[in-house]
C-alpha cells in the first residue's frame, strides 16, 4: 500500500525467492541429517487443512470478479445472466473437485513431498487469481470470448492438471489403485477439453465457451463420481 506497483511486485518475488529458495537449499542436507537420526520426516495434516483455507480465500476472488463482471455489465441481458450462473457454477465444479479430490489427506512421509505440496500450490493459486479477471471480461465484455476466454479456459486446464499432480503425493488414498488412475486419466483428459476450449474461444461467443467449459467439468464429476471420488455424490458398488 505504501510502495508504487513495480516496486511491491519486486518485494513480492524476493519474499517467493525466500520462502521457496531456502527450502530447496536445505532439501538435501536436511534429507541426510533424518538419515542420520534414523527418522523420516513426516508432514503435518494440518498443512494441507492450511492450503485448503486458502484456496476458499483464492476461489472467492473468482466469485467476486464474477460479480463484478455482472455490475459493469453495459445492461443486463439473457446472456449476462446467463454468464453470470455458468461462471459461478464453473468456480463452484472446480472447488468441488479440489476438495473432494484433495480434502482430508495427509502427505506422504519425505520432505520431498512437503516441498512438492508447496511448490505445485503456488502455479494452483495464481491460476485461481488470474480466472477472477477473466471471467470478469467475459460477462462484462462484448460478445466475443478473445483472449479472456484463454485466461478463463487456460486456467481451468492447470487446476485440473495441478489436481492430478497434488493427488499423487498425498497419502491415504480411499481409491483403489485402478479407481485413481482412472480419475486422473478422466482428469487429464478434461484438462486437454479446456484446452480445446482456450483455442475456440477466439472464434465463438464467450457464453458459448463458457458453456463448454461447464460441460467439461460437469462431465469431469460424473466421470468420477462414478469411481467412488465424491462418496457423498454417488457411491460406487465394490
Not at 460479480?67 to 441481458?77: C, K, T, Y
Not at 497434488?166 to 479407481?179: A, E, H
Request: charged letters at 10%.
Amino acid at each position: 500500500a505504501f510502495l508504487p506497483r513495480h516496486a511491491a511486485i519486486i518485494l513480492w518475488a524476493i519474499g517467493l525467492l525466500l520462502n521457496f529458495g531456502v527450502e530447496l537449499l536445505i532439501r538435501r542436507r536436511f534429507q541426510e541429517l533424518m538419515r542420520e537420526m534414523n527418522t523420516e520426516f513426516k508432514p503435518s495434516p494440518a498443512i494441507v487443512e492450511r492450503f485448503g483455507l486458502f484456496t476458499i480465500i483464492v476461489l472467492g476472488e473468482s466469485v467476486v470478479g464474477v460479480m463484478n463482471g455482472l455490475g459493469a455489465a453495459d445492461h443486463w441481458s439473457v446472456r449476462s445472466w446467463s454468464s453470470f450462473v455458468v461462471c459461478m457454477a464453473i468456480a463452484f465444479l472446480l472447488w468441488w473437485t479440489y476438495f473432494e479430490m484433495l480434502g482430508e489427506r495427509g502427505v506422504k512421509s519425505g520432505f520431498r513431498n512437503y516441498t512438492l505440496l508447496n511448490l505445485l500450490h503456488l502455479p494452483l493459486f495464481a491460476a485461481f487469481a488470474v480466472m477472477a479477471p477473466g471471467m470478469h471480461l467475459l460477462i462484462a465484455g462484448q460478445a466475443g470470448a478473445g483472449w479472456a476466454g484463454w485466461v478463463v479456459a487456460g486456467c481451468v486446464a492447470v487446476v485440473l492438471c495441478l489436481n492430478v499432480f497434488i493427488t499423487g503425493i498425498l497419502d491415504d488414498d480411499p481409491l483403489s489403485v485402478g479407481r485413481r488412475n482412472n480419475v486422473d486419466r478422466y482428469s487429464l483428459i478434461a484438462a486437454a477439453l479446456a484446452v480445446v476450449c482456450a483455442v475456440l474461444s477466439m472464434a465463438l461467443p464467450a457464453i458459448a465457451v463458457l458453456f463448454l467449459l461447464f460441460a467439461v467439468l460437469i462431465g469431469l464429476v460424473v466421470f468420477c463420481a462414478r469411481q467412488g471420488a465424491f462418496p457423498q455424490l454417488y457411491d460406487p458398488p465394490v
